[in-house]
């Protein structure tokens, strides 16, 4: 594949299904570099911080609801209150096994929330985001 996403963040404390999910995209083989994270606060920490190479920032936030410590929405609150920089224009998909119809209507009514996914990521489901939030 010629065009890549430069970073995919995977946010998720089952250690399973982030193998998983990493595996499904870098079989398809459209980002650069997959970065997993079993804690929201350390991915939150991690978001926008300046590097060498310019800022952390990831093109795509694979995020799960249920986890211990900062859970899903715990990180999308802090997240909406970092500065525009720190955020930049980052896709954010929930990805959950919740068939919760209330955590769905509560993630369509956060802004900074893309879509609401049920896991597992297969590859028909990654491409399918790609065509839709990144034109491919």
């Not at 995977?10 to 998983?20: A, M, R, V, W, Y």
């Not at 310019?54 to 410590?69: A, K, S, T, W």
């Not at 859970?71 to 500065?83: C, D, H, M, R, S």
């Not at 990521?121 to 790609?130: A, D, P, S």
Request: hydrophobic letters at 40%; one cysteine or more; proline letters at 4%.
């Amino acid at each position: 594949m010629s065009q890549k996403l430069n970073r995919i963040v995977l946010i998720d404390d089952d250690e399973p299904t982030n193998f998983l999910h990493k595996l499904v995209i870098e079989r398809y083989n459209c980002a650069e570099k997959v970065v997993v994270f079993q804690d929201a606060q350390l991915a939150l920490d991690t978001l926008g911080k300046e590097t060498a190479s310019g800022l952390l920032q990831p093109d795509l936030i694979l995020l799960d609801i249920n986890m211990p410590g900062m859970n899903g929405w715990e990180f999308l609150e802090a997240y909406e209150k970092l500065p525009q920089t720190q955020r930049g224009h980052i896709v954010v998909m929930m990805l959950t096994t919740s068939l919760n119809p209330d955590d769905r209507r509560k993630a369509d009514d956060i802004t900074g929330v893309t879509g609401f996914l049920s896991k597992p990521l297969t590859k028909k489901l990654l491409q399918e985001i790609l065509e839709q939030y990144f034109g491919w």
